[in-house]
């Protein structure tokens, strides 16, 4: 066993102890929830790195929203700048998802993995960062900067704030530890993102509720009319079709078909929805999801038309597309349905840009590198369909810095955002040594 990887499995036990301690605090940062485990573990994560040697740790007020931990840790001079990014809210856990244990109370399954919210996504991404400051010491070779948001999985924020203080973020190499590979043991370095647009859409149709019977027939209730517009959404194979909306292709490594079907959890017997290849569908293609909607429950429901409804929709869109041109075009689709003249109201809720890396940087090379050198295995090159807001304001502070991104979160059985979300401790411990080997790697090529 080399040096390095000894010292991470002589590590391991505190980093686990310390993830179980913050997957304990709640920090929900969604409206409506206790604001006050946020705070807490906003607290607990300046502490977390003060354990790890690390200076100045400070909590900055973000305006409108939750405080960012920051630090800026001097390295040698002339040296780049590598800054570390993680996130300490979580997602909502309710009974409903239909958890199998407590989600804040942390629990080492029969397969070794940790259970809880948050265990991955992404309260790994902060114990993988303070462990790489544990390892690397006072002698740190290069500047390291940290930048730990509290309302990720929210409406964040923080793009804002970090692009009003450009020299205060700017760095050389930005590492986003929020996302991860296929499977545990396969390492996976993410090249691109899909964006997120949201928004809502509000149809009425009658001035007041009125009785099903007597009128139902001849006036249209809302919810009929929501569902008319909804279907054209898609097609009849389930594709996205908007005019106007972008589609693309992937031609980096292909998403694995049984790694996809364990962790969608779709059901036996059910096809998958859209055409083109399973990487296209996830990865390189926009897809429509309705979040929500605001109608009587089955419980609640009575023998009425209901006169308006709202509905809250998600868009994920290509990389290299333009998020405002495509919420825009989502948008205008929405007000040109109007089935039986109802009246359509549509109204942004966010754009989240998507992104794709240049794989011909030098410190993405490096990382695919460190990547190798820790789990013993070829990289690929992987897409998410997933969305990372902050990245698209880190380019714009310095676009000639490279950004990785890369974690503990497979995609096999973490279950981010879903019921029993976990971690496999190897895999941390992994990414750990991989992180420390890309800082010493970059630290070294700028003296070469």
């Given at each position: ?8 499995e002589q590590?391991m ?30 607290q607990a994560?300046?502490?977390l ?6 200076t100045?740790?400070a ?14 840790l ?10 570390l990014?993680a ?22 399954g ?6 809880g ?36 999985e ?6 804002g ?7 205060r973020f ?9 996302i991860?590979?296929?499977v ?7 090249t ?21 019977g007597l009128?139902?027939?001849a ?32 031609d ?17 017997g059910?096809?998958y ?7 296209d ?10 979040l ?5 429950s ?32 989502l948008?205008?689709?929405l007000?040109?349905?109007?089935p ?11 754009t989240g ?50 950004i990785?991104?890369w ?36 630290a ?5």
């Amino acid at each position: 066993m080399s040096d390095r990887a000894s010292d991470v499995e002589q590590l391991m036990p505190e980093v686990l102890d310390r993830l179980r301690d913050l997957v304990r605090i709640p920090s929900v940062a969604f409206p409506g929830f206790d604001p006050e485990p946020v705070h807490r573990m906003g607290q607990a994560v300046v502490e977390l790195f003060e354990a790890a040697g690390a200076t100045d740790v400070a909590l900055l007020d973000v305006p409108g929203g939750y405080p960012c931990v920051f630090a800026d840790l001097p390295g040698p001079e002339g040296s780049p700048t590598v800054l570390l990014y993680a996130h300490y809210d979580v997602q909502p856990a309710p009974a409903s998802q239909g958890w199998s244990t407590s989600p804040f109370e942390p629990v080492t399954g029969e397969d070794g993995r940790i259970y809880g919210r948050g265990a991955a996504d992404d309260k790994s991404g902060l114990v993988i960062h303070y462990a790489t400051l544990r390892l690397l010491g006072e002698a740190r070779p290069c500047r390291i900067k940290l930048l730990v948001e509290g309302e990720e999985e929210t409406i964040s924020h923080l793009e804002g704030f970090v692009e009003a203080s450009p020299e205060r973020f700017a760095a050389d190499a930005f590492v986003i530890a929020d996302i991860g590979g296929q499977v545990v043991g396969r390492p996976g370095l993410t090249t691109a993102l899909r964006g997120d647009v949201a928004c809502t859409v509000t149809v009425r149709t009658l001035s007041f509720p009125v009785h099903s019977g007597l009128f139902g027939g001849a006036a249209p209730d809302a919810m009929t009319a929501m569902i008319r517009i909804l279907d054209t959404l898609h097609d009849e194979a389930g594709d996205t079709v908007i005019p106007g909306v972008d589609v693309s292709q992937w031609d980096g490594a292909a998403m694995e078909e049984g790694v996809y079907r364990d962790g969608s959890a779709i059901l036996p017997g059910v096809d998958y929805l859209g055409t083109g290849s399973l990487s296209d569908r996830i990865w390189a293609k926009p897809s429509v999801t309705v979040l929500g909607m605001d109608l009587p429950s089955t419980a609640e429901a009575s023998n009425v038309l209901l006169p308006e409804v709202t509905a809250k929709l998600s868009m994920r869109i290509v990389p290299g597309s333009d998020a405002d041109a495509q919420l825009e075009a989502l948008m205008a689709h929405l007000r040109a349905q109007r089935p039986w003249n109802c009246e359509v109201e549509v109204v942004k809720v966010k754009t989240g840009h998507a992104f794709a890396v240049d794989q011909t940087h030098p410190a993405i090379v490096a990382a695919k590198d460190a990547l190798a050198s820790a789990y013993g295995a070829e990289v690929e090159s992987i897409g998410s369909g997933a969305s990372i807001p902050l990245v698209a304001s880190l380019k714009k502070i310095a676009p000639d810095a490279a950004i990785v991104l890369w974690g503990a979160e497979d995609t096999a059985k973490a279950r981010i955002h879903a019921s029993d979300e976990s971690v496999d401790p190897a895999e941390i411990a992994r990414m750990i040594a991989a992180q420390v080997a890309f800082i010493e790697e970059v630290a070294s090529s700028a003296h070469a």
